[in-house]
């Protein structure tokens, strides 16, 4: 694991769009793994400035996102897909045809997750993906468990991120309880993994995945036995490493 501390989350997004902005140059028809939440916000934002000014070209990238909400349409102001487009794809070249992101409305989930799978292979793998942690250190939504699960799966959001999750939503009943997600097999398969981190409530989080004993329970933690990871964390959430 590389652990890249920085100053604050202004540098630790222009580092991580730093990265992928390379990958990209380096190989035009990259396969990115993507995340959302608040974390890439900032590096999503740094990636549309790039290609404003003719850095980067996304017109032959692939992307597949980590996970989506179980219920919630691409409509829903609340899904993963919405947030999507609106932070990054409608300010990129990217081709629609190149987007995937599980879907959250469909009725045959192991089929959908079978497919996911499938999608990824296909495209020969993902070259680079970024994850957020969840204050449990759960990853994508791989909530701490009694085991890994291995590959696309449909979960059960633990009430920690349901409630942490609830400040994007009315009200707390309005957060959907499942999701479909990447499992962890998944994860581990992409040949690099960044991992981003800001705020003093990541510190536990990030110090048991760096420091702490490989366990489901804090599904980041796995991330130890990667070959190639790069934490990029602000000085809080590295204060307890
Ligand atoms: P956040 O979520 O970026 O909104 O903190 C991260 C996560 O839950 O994986």
Redesign the pocket.
Known sequence: MRIIIVENYEEMSKKAAAMMASQIILKPESVLGL???????GMYKELIRMYNENMIDFSKVKTFNLDEYYGLGKDSNQSYNYYMTNNLFKHINIDKENINIPNGMVKNIEEECISYEKRIKEAGGIDIQV?????NG????NEPDVNFEAETHLVNLDEK?IE??SRFFKCIEEVPTKAISMGIKTIMHSKKIVL??N?A??ADAIAKTVNGKISPEVPASILQLHQDVAIIVDKEAASKL
């Open positions: 995340a959302t939440g608040d974390t890439p916000l994850l957020g942690i969840g204050v759960h990853i994508g939504f991120t942490s999750n981003l981190a705020g409530s990541k």
